[in-house]
């Protein structure tokens, strides 16, 4: 079974703190993502990476950044925490796609932060 | 990138059949239609993808006219488990290709009445 695992299910921090969200994959995935999910606005990509060391902005990457190290850790990084980065936050993996394979992002849980 | 447009919410009774239609009328040739399920307090989950005609799993049929500008989710005979928000998705599964990746909307919100 693939385990994408995140660092806390539950954060609470102060505005303009620095805050690191980390997201594990144990299944070798090369393409990893963060995403944000707010009420009434569905899931909005923040950024994505298809390999080590690479990143690709989504569509709402301002205020953040992310980290790619290693190939089964992705990070996210809140510079200067504000309080309209308070959402939870969602991290993916996916594999490199061969011809006929679906294309199947894995979800880990989920971490609700909440800045104050 | 395609935009996809699908209900908001829908209700059913136990045992029914939903269908839940999404429409993406700027669907690309390299685009694929795929289907995630959204439980409260867990992360979205893979249900089915296409690129035309029909497929069919364990879980659910997606229909998809010859046209590619819709596409149809099929829930066979829900039961109050159902109850989820459903995404339709549209984009390139070649990632690294260049192209955006698959990009979630809203969703609908599929209650199940007992």
């Known amino acids: 079974d693939v385990k994408v695992t995140q660092s806390s299910r539950y954060l609470v921090k102060r505005t303009g703190e620095k805050v690191f969200l980390e997201c594990v994959q144990d299944?070798?995935?090369?393409?990893m993502f963060w995403y944000r999910q707010d009420p009434g606005l569905g899931l909005r990509l923040i950024y994505f990476s298809y390999d080590v060391k690479m990143k690709e902005k989504g569509d709402i990457p301002e205020g953040y950044s992310v980290s790619r190290e290693k190939k089964e850790r992705f990070s996210l990084i809140l510079e200067s925490a504000s309080t309209n980065q308070t959402s939870m936050y969602l991290c993916?993996?996916?594999?490199?796609?061969?011809?006929?394979?679906?294309?199947?992002?894995?979800f880990g849980p989920g971490t609700r932060l909440t800045v104050l | 990138l395609a935009k996809t447009t699908q209900p908001i919410s829908m209700d059913s009774y136990e045992g029914q059949e939903v269908n839940i239609t999404c429409s993406h009328n700027?669907?690309?040739?390299?685009?694929?239609i795929t289907w995630y399920q959204q439980f409260p307090s867990q992360g979205p989950r893979f249900i089915i993808q296409g690129y035309k005609t029909k497929v069919t799993n364990e879980v659910a049929s997606l229909f998809i006219p010859a046209d590619r500008k819709s596409s149809t989710l099929s829930l066979p005979r829900v039961s109050l488990s159902d109850t989820a928000v459903y995404y339709c998705?549209?984009?390139?599964?070649?990632?690294?290709?260049?192209?955006?990746?698959?990009?979630f909307g809203k969703g609908t919100r599929l209650s199940v009445i007992a």
């Open positions: 993916a993996s996916s594999s490199l796609l061969r011809t006929g394979e679906e294309d199947t992002q894995y």
């Open positions: 998705l549209v984009g390139d599964p070649a990632l690294n290709s260049g192209n955006t990746p698959l990009v």
């Open positions: 299944m070798d995935h090369e393409n």
């Open positions: 700027n669907i690309a040739t390299n685009d694929y």
